[in-house]
């Protein structure tokens, strides 16, 4: 289905203690730059295995699938940020 996308995101925790895990705001947008669809993923959106919590120095891997309906999504904006 050329509706749907896979989102892949890699945080990295490059403080020296540990740090809550971000949530992300997610805008995803078309050819002319008009904002097709904007949702906010908090961690336990991403499933159940995210932590809540990353390690001094731990990386994640993060995925969503994100169906845009019937609109193409030609780009894309993640905020990190902690509600």
């Known amino acids: 289905n050329a509706s ?3 989102l892949q995101v890699a945080l990295r925790n490059r403080d020296t203690q540990p740090l809550l ?3 992300l705001d997610v805008t995803l947008t078309d050819s002319r730059g008009e904002v097709v669809s904007r949702k906010v993923l908090h961690p ?5 295995s995210v932590p809540h919590t990353m390690a001094a120095g731990a990386e994640l891997s993060l995925q969503a699938v994100l169906d845009a309906g019937e609109r193409r ?9 902690y509600p």
């Open 44 to 48: 336990r959106d991403l499933g159940e």
């Open 4 to 6: 749907v996308y896979r």
């Open 21 to 23: 895990t971000p949530a």
């Open 73 to 81: 999504i030609t780009g894309y904006n993640i905020e990190i940020f």
